[in-house]
């Protein structure tokens, strides 16, 4: 079974960086790209962001290209998305998703990031 | 950015009934398009790929027509685990950019 478990959401306060990670299981990490979606309250999905299998090319949505920062560990199987400068504008739930050709067919269950002082 | 127009933004229906979703790219995007669903407490769904592909898994009372700019996902004889959002997405070229969603209610 696919399952990909986000972790390290939680309150920030603003102009601070957190680190989210991604554990995937169940498929061979390695050969898939791996991506970033999030979704503010009450709005709806906004891609953040992919990266190849060997990190060799990532991809980012330009808004959000100065602030955040995705890598994976393909011995751990763990894609991450490092945030930094965050505002309240960056409170949402983060998805990590596999990506196949571009569509994401499985999706994490999200970690809930608020950013607040 | 491609920008991605999704309609109706809510839709009312009842079981069995059929509906239809409309995604509108600002330019053409061939058929890289995709169709989400989304459910509380549940993982979301890829449903359809390039247009009209169904996933797999996907039952096959969804369907996806459309190339260029305009697309469609239609849902025929709505059973109960339909009634969710739906977000259509285009990977023609990056950045990739959604639709604002469908919300899909039981009348």
């Known amino acids: 079974e696919v399952k990909l478990v986000e972790s390290g959401g939680g309150l920030v306060q603003p102009g601070r960086s957190l680190k989210l990670s991604c554990a995937a299981s169940g498929f061979s990490f390695n050969d898939y790209w791996m991506g970033w979606v999030r979704q503010a309250p009450g709005k709806g999905l906004e891609w953040i962001g992919e990266?190849?299998?060997?990190?060799?090319?990532?991809n980012y949505t330009p808004s959000l290209k100065d602030k955040f920062t995705i890598s994976r560990d393909n011995a751990q199987n763990t894609l991450y998305l490092q945030m930094s400068k965050l505002g309240s504008e960056d409170t949402a739930i983060y998805y990590c998703?596999?990506?196949?050709?571009?569509?994401?067919?499985?999706w994490g269950q999200g970690a809930s990031v608020t950013v607040s002082s | 950015d491609v920008q991605m127009t999704q309609s109706p933004s809510y839709l009312a229906a009842s079981p069995g009934e059929s509906v239809s979703i409309s995604c509108k790219a600002s330019?053409?995007?061939?058929?890289?398009l995709a169709w989400y669903q989304e459910k509380p407490g549940k993982a979301n769904k890829l449903l359809i790929h390039s247009g009209s592909t169904l996933q797999s898994g996907t039952p096959s009372r969804f369907s996806g027509s459309g190339s260029g700019t305009d697309f469609t996902l239609t849902i025929r004889s709505l059973e109960s685990e339909d009634f969710a959002v739906y977000y259509c997405?285009?990977?023609?070229?990056?950045?990739?950019?959604f639709g604002s969603g469908t919300k899909l209610e039981i009348k």
């Open positions: 330019k053409s995007i061939s058929n890289n």
């Open positions: 998703a596999r990506a196949v050709l571009s569509p994401m067919d499985a």
């Open positions: 990266i190849n299998q060997d990190s060799s090319t990532i």
């Open positions: 997405q285009q990977y023609n070229e990056y950045p990739l950019t």
